[in-house]
Each structure stands twice: as C-alpha cells, then as structure tokens.
C-alpha cells in the first residue's frame, strides 16, 4: 500500500503567530487511504494541541479568503450529518474524504484550519510517496522542525 508524505507548515494563528516567523513545521508519513479526519488528528498531534476543536481543509491558501476555496472539507458537515443543528457550509466530508482524493500530485497543497476561534492555520503540501513498511505504525512523525508554540 502506498503511503503518503506531507509537510505541515504552521503559518498563522492570531494573536499567537504571526507571518514571516521562524519555520515551525512537521512531516507527517501517512497511509493512502486514511480519511481527512484522522489526518487533521495526526496533525493536531505532531503539534502536541488537544483535539478538541473543529477544523476544515481548504484549497485557497489565503489567510482571510479561504472561506471562498472551490475545493473546502469541513467537520461541520459530518456533525450536520449526526444531526448537529448548524448551518451547511457546502464543503464535504472530512469523514468520508480520503487524503488520496484530495492530494494527487507532489507539491499539491491546502490550508487546514484548526480551531475557528483561535484560527490555527497549517498550509499542508505532499512532498512524496512512499510504500507501507511491515513493523512501523502509521500515522507517522518523520520530522520536526521548530517547537511548537502553546496552545492556549
């Protein structure tokens, strides 16, 4: 089976971060056929965040219109989905959506918001592809780069 390698760039938070800081990143080795969901939990856990919050994918790297991405997943839908009364958001599944779905090619990149309060935004980009190794667990941290600030 085939796994997939993504770097994680955390770019913003407000107030906590601010553009043009230090690289705070993470790569991530994770199985084709892993859905958006655990994904974002592998993420949020390379960061040593709770996860606890909704989060989105979204194919607009904008930090204030990412709303607009053509291409948007958002928890939202799936609790609506459980029978949450929110509004639609018109995105799909993180639940349903396989990261294989969305990432195609090497260099393909989305934003993932994490905590629509505190706005944690991560710009994630497939940096290659690799085979599942018997032995190894995955998700998988591969590398670190920076300390992660505090979450609250």
């Known amino acids: 089976m085939k796994t997939y390698i993504f770097k994680i760039n955390l770019l913003y938070s407000s107030p906590k971060i601010v553009l043009g800081g230090p690289e705070i990143s993470r790569e991530i080795e994770i199985l084709e056929n892993t859905n958006?969901?655990?994904?974002?939990?592998?993420?949020?856990?390379?960061?040593?965040?709770?996860?606890?919050?909704?989060?989105g994918f979204f194919s607009r790297i904008d930090e204030s219109r990412y709303f607009d991405s053509e291409r948007k997943y958002e928890l939202?839908?799936?609790?609506?989905?459980?029978?949450?009364?929110?509004?639609p958001t018109g995105a799909g599944s993180v639940k349903r959506t396989?990261?294989?779905?969305?990432?195609?090619?090497?260099?393909?990149?989305?934003?993932?918001?994490?905590?629509y309060g505190d706005n944690w935004q991560f710009v994630v980009e497939i940096i290659g592809f690799g085979e599942r190794e018997k032995n190894k667990k995955y998700p998988r941290i591969i590398k670190k780069v920076g300390r992660a600030p505090k979450q609250y």
């Open 76 to 87: 939202f839908t799936d609790l609506i989905e459980e029978g949450e009364n929110l509004e």
């Open 36 to 55: 958006l969901y655990k994904l974002a939990e592998a993420i949020i856990e390379a960061y040593n965040f709770d996860f606890d919050h909704c989060f």
């Open 98 to 115: 396989k990261i294989n779905k969305v990432w195609q090619n090497i260099g393909d990149k989305m934003m993932f918001l994490f905590d």
